[in-house]
Nanobody, 119 residues
Framework: QLVESGGGSVQAGGSLRLSCARSGRPYSRYSMAWVRQAPGKEREGIAA???????SYADSVKGRFTISEDNAKNTLYLQMNSLKPEDTATYYC????????????????WGPGTQVTVS
């Protein structure tokens, strides 16, 4: 089970940190990702961490967003800095056992999402 939190409204240039609480299984062999969907647009993968620790970022967030894990707390994070209005979207965390999924949408388990609004 995945549950996101930390969304909200922020002014352009501000920061937010999203959290994704994970439960129900050990995630050491799972790849994790943050995916967002803006109104009227398709979902896009923006940040991912592979089961071997390799991270990847979409060009639109590279240098501004950072994905990280705290395995002791079984939580995935997305630190978002220098937010822009175009970052407004619902943000989802997703996971799947295995490796190599990167920024694709081929994840099996999804959280319900958390809304981020940048004005």
């Amino acid at each position: 089970q995945l549950v996101e939190s930390g969304g909200g409204s922020v002014q352009a240039g501000g920061s937010l940190r999203l959290s994704c609480a994970r439960s129900g299984r050990p995630y050491s062999r799972y790849s994790m990702a943050w995916v967002r969907q803006a109104p009227g647009k398709e979902r896009e993968g923006i940040a991912a961490v592979d089961s071997d620790g390799t991270t990847s970022y979409a060009d639109s967030v590279k240098g501004r967003f950072t994905i990280s894990e705290d395995n002791a707390k079984n939580t995935l994070y997305l630190q978002m800095n220098s937010l822009k209005p175009e970052d407004t979207a619902t943000y989802y965390c997703a996971t799947r056992r295995g490796t190599g999924y990167g920024l694709s949408l081929a994840y099996k388990y999804w959280g319900p999402g958390t809304q981020v609004t940048v004005s």
